[in-house]
C-alpha cells in the first residue's frame, strides 16, 4: 500500500478541517480524487489590491484601469508618496527652504497635502465610474522608492499595481520594468508582496511573491522528506499528471505547501492508501518531521492498515489479523507524534519570538547606528567650529600685535615730527614773505576772473534764453530727457554681465565698464534687492537728465526693464579710491586736492541753486565722486537725493527741510538729519566739510573733525596733514582746515552758506592751484568731444540731437533726409524701423553745448 507524505509549510493559509471527514471506508481509487479533494479544500485568503499613483492622473490612468479590470472582486487602495518641495516659489523665483520663513513652507506643505488629496480624489473617481468603492493613502518621504517601501511594509501589503515605465516608453517588446523606481521596488520589496509591473494598460512582468516573508525563508531553507533507499521508482505514482496537480495546488499562489514524495507502491496495485480519519492522526501527520527513517514509515502503514481493518472490516476479518504488538506500536507511535508536534509547535514559536527579536534588534541597531553617525557628524562640526574660533582668536592676536606695532611707530612718528615742526618755523617765516609777493598775483588773478565772471553770466543769460525759446518752440513735442536702452544692448555691452568686466559693486548693485554703440560707458545695475528701488532709479534718471555741469556725471541713457543707468566711463574711479592710493595708485597732489574740493563746492552750489526745486544731494562722499581721465571730478548717485520747494521770498536755506528717514553713510551724514530726519541744503555743507578735512588729512572720517579741532587748538596742525600731497602751504592748508570745521558744526545753522561764504574762501584757492583744468582739457590732443557727440550719419558733432526708433542718436537734419529719401531701416544697424518719429535728446544737447563753450 502506497503513502502520500503531504508535509504543510504554513497550516494557517490551509484550512484542513476537511480531511477530519475522509474516511477509510471511502477508500479513493486514484490519485486524482485526492487532488480534487485538497483542491476543494484549499482557501486563499484576499488581500486588499494597492495601486501606486503618481501626481500626473493622465500617466497612471490606464494602470489603474488596469487594476480595477483585474482585481477580481477584490478591494481596492490608491496609494502615492507626497515628496515635499525642497524649492518654494516665492516672488517669481524658486528659494530653498531654508531661505524661506518657517510660516512661508508650512503654508507651502499644506497647499501641497491639499494638492495631493485632490489628486486621490480624481483617482478614486476613476473608480467609482468604474463601479468600485476604493481607498485612498498616500505618505510624506523624501523619494518616492523608499516612500512605497515603506507602505509595503507598515501596512503589510502583499498585491501591488505600479508603473514599469513611462507610457510613452511602452513596445510590445517590453519584458522589464525601465524606470529606476520599478526596478528598485522590484529589488528590495519583500518577498511576501506580489507585483504587478504595467505600462499603457498591459502587464509587462510580475514579480511573484509569498504569503509572508518568515515563509519565503522556510521555502528556501526548509529540507526534503528523504525516501528510504530501499524504496524503488516502481513504488511511486505510475500518474505523473495527477501528481504535478497535487503539487500545482499545494504550491500555487497564496499556498506555500509542497508535496514532498510519493513514499512508497501498493502491493495490490493501488496508488493511493486510504487516510485514517481520526483527528488526531490528521494532526500528526501535519506535524511529522520532514526526515523519516524507513522503520519508521513502514511501521506507521502497517498500523495504519491495521487500525483500518480493526474498525472498517467484519468482524472475522478483525479478529484473524489483529496484531497486538503492531497496535502497541502505533500508540507509541503517536505519543512520540504528539510530542513531536508540541516540540515543533514550541519550536516554531521561539522561532517567531526569535526573528522578531532579531528585527528589534536590527531596528535598535540602526537607529543607535543613526545615532552615533549623528553624534559623530555633532562633534565633527563643533570641533570644526572649535577650529574657527581658534583661528579667529589667532587672528585678533596678530591684528593686536600688528595695531600696538603701529602705535609704537605712531609715537616714533610723532616725535620725529615735533622735532621737524621747530625746523619747519623758519621755513614758515619764509613761505610768508613768498605769500605777500603772490598775493599781488592774487589780485590781478581776481581782476581777470571778475571779466571772466561777467562774460560767463552773460554767456549763461544768453543760454538760458534760448532753452526757454527752445521749450516754448518744441512745448508740442514728446518729453524725453535720456535715451531709453534695451536689455538686449546692456548684455551686449557688458559681454553678458561678465565678471572680469565687473569695476564696482555695493548695496544698490554692481557696476559694469562696456561698449556701448561705439562707446566705453559705466552701466550700473541696480540690485532689485537694494535700499535703491525703482522710485531712487525713477528719480536719479530725472535728475541727471535735466541738469547739467561740468562736474555732474553724464548720463547718457537708462534701461527701465533692467533698472539700469548708463552714464560716460571716468577711468580714474572714485576719490575714496585715489585717496587710499588704491591699486598702488600715485597720491593726489595737494594741488589737485584743492582744485577737486572747489570743483564739489561748485556743483553743490549749482544743485541748490536749481529751479524751480532745490536739489540736497544727500550722499556726498568720497565713493560718490568720480575722476576723468585729467582728475576732474565729477559728483553721481543721486538716488537718494531730495527735491524740496523754494520758498518765495525767503534767501535762508535753512528754512528748507524735507522730512524723510535717514540714507547715506553715516560718517558723512548732517548729525540733525540723523536725530530729526530732516533733509536740508546745509546737510550737504556737511558732507562737504567732511570731504575737505579727508583731502586734508588723508585720514578716515570717523572722529577726525575732532582730531583736527585738537590740532589746530595745539598748533600742530601740520602733523595732521597727508604728507604724500606734497608740501601743503600752510596758510592755505589752515584756512580750509577752519572752513572744513565750521562746515561740520552740530547744529545746521551754524554751518557757513557755500554759494557766499564757502565759495569765497574757495574761489581764489583754484587761482593758486593753476586754474580751472575743464580749460585745459581743450587743448591739444585733449580737444577730441566724447563719441556719443558724434552724429553716426555725419561723424560730426551734433548741434541739434535726436532719438530715433533704433534707440541710436542722430543730427535731426541728417536723420530727416535719410527718412526722406525713402529709408525705412536703422543708419546704425539696418535694421526696419518700428516708426519714423524723432524725440529730441536735450540732456545730449545741453552736453554738447557745454563742451562746444569751455571749447572756443
Known sequence: ??????????????????????????????????????????????????????????????????????????????????VPAQKIPFM?????????????????????????????????????????????????????????????????????????????????????????????????APMSCHIWFICNGHLIYTREGYIDQAEAEALTTSPQVRIPPDVGESSISSDPGELSTAQNLLSGPGSCHELDRIARGSPQGSIFSSCYSSPAFDSVSASLPRTITRETMLELDQSKESIASNQYSPPSVLDQNIDDSLCDQLELALVEAEKAKKAALEEAINRGKAEKDFLDAVRRAKALESLYAEEVKQKREIKQELGKEEAALEKMKLERDELMNELRLSLE??????????????????????????????????KERDDLQIECDRALREAEELKIRQRETSSTSIPCFYSEISFLEIKGATKNFDHSLKIGEGGYGSIYKGILRHTEVAIKMLHPHSLQGPSEFQQEVEVLSKVRHPNLVTLIGACPEAWSLVYEFLPNGSLEDRISCKGNSPPLSWQTRIRIAVELCSALIFLHSS???????????????????????????????????????????????HHTDPKGTFAYMDPEFLSTGELSPKSDAYSFGIILLRLLTGRSALRLAKEVQNALEKGNLKSLLDPLAGDWPFVQAEQLAHLALRCCEVNRKNRPNLGSEV????????????????????????????????????????????????????????????????????????????????????????SIQEWLQSHR
Open 1 to 82: 500500500m502506497a503513502v502520500v507524505s503531504l508535509v504543510p509549510t504554513l497550516t494557517q493559509r490551509i484550512n484542513l478541517s476537511r480531511l477530519n471527514d475522509i474516511r477509510v471506508s471511502g477508500v479513493m481509487s486514484s490519485s486524482g480524487e485526492i487532488v480534487s479533494e485538497l483542491a476543494s479544500m484549499a482557501q486563499i485568503i484576499e488581500d486588499k489590491i494597492y495601486v501606486a499613483v503618481g501626481k500626473d492622473v493622465k500617466d497612471s490612468r490606464m494602470t489603474l484601469i488596469w487594476a480595477l479590470q483585474n482585481s477580481g472582486g477584490k478591494k481596492i487602495c490608491v496609494i502615492s508618496i507626497l
Open 759 to 846: 565759495w569765497r574762501v574757495l574761489e581764489p584757492m583754484k587761482a593758486f592751484c593753476g586754474g580751472s583744468p575743464s580749460v585745459q582739457i581743450g587743448c591739444g590732443e585733449h580737444s577730441q568731444p566724447p563719441p556719443y557727440f558724434i552724429c553716426p550719419i555725419l561723424l560730426e558733432v551734433m548741434q541739434d540731437p535726436h532719438v530715433a526708433a533704433d534707440g541710436f542718436t542722430y543730427e535731426a537734419v541728417a536723420l530727416r533726409g535719410w527718412l526722406e529719401g525713402g529709408h525705412n531701416t536703422s543708419p546704425t544697424t539696418n535694421l526696419p524701423l518700428a516708426h519714423t518719429n524723432l524725440i529730441p535728446n536735450r540732456a545730449l544737447r545741453s
Open 92 to 188: 517669481g523665483t524658486l528659494l530653498p527652504v531654508s531661505a524661506v520663513k518657517e510660516e512661508k513652507v508650512r503654508e507651502y506643505r499644506e497647499t501641497e497635502k491639499l494638492t495631493m488629496e485632490n489628486i486621490l480624489d480624481e483617482y478614486l473617481q476613476i473608480c467609482n465610474q468604474m463601479g468600485v468603492q476604493a481607498e485612498k493613502l498616500y505618505l510624506e518621504k523624501e523619494s518616492i522608492e523608499k516612500g512605497i517601501l515603506d507602505l509595503i511594509s507598515v501596512h503589510g501589503i502583499r498585491k501591488l499595481v505600479m508603473g514599469a515605465a513611462s507610457d510613452r516608453r511602452y513596445s510590445r517588446k517590453m519584458t522589464e520594468p525601465k524606470s529606476k523606481k520599478a526596478i528598485y521596488i522590484r529589488d528590495e
Open 611 to 657: 529751479k524751480p526745486h532745490i536739489i540736497v544731494h544727500g550722499d556726498v562722499k568720497p565713493a560718490n565722486i568720480l575722476l576723468d581721465a585729467h582728475f576732474v571730478s565729477k559728483l553721481g548717485d543721486f538716488g537718494i537725493c531730495r527735491l524740496l520747494n523754494r520758498n518765495k521770498g525767503s534767501s535762508n536755506d535753512t528754512t528748507l527741510l
Open 413 to 446: 612718528q610723532k616725535l620725529l615730527l615735533e622735532s621737524q615742526i621747530a625746523e619747519s618755523d623758519q621755513v614758515v617765516k619764509e613761505l610768508e614773505q613768498k605769500i605777500i609777493s603772490a598775493v599781488d598775483l592774487l589780485q590781478n588773478f581776481k
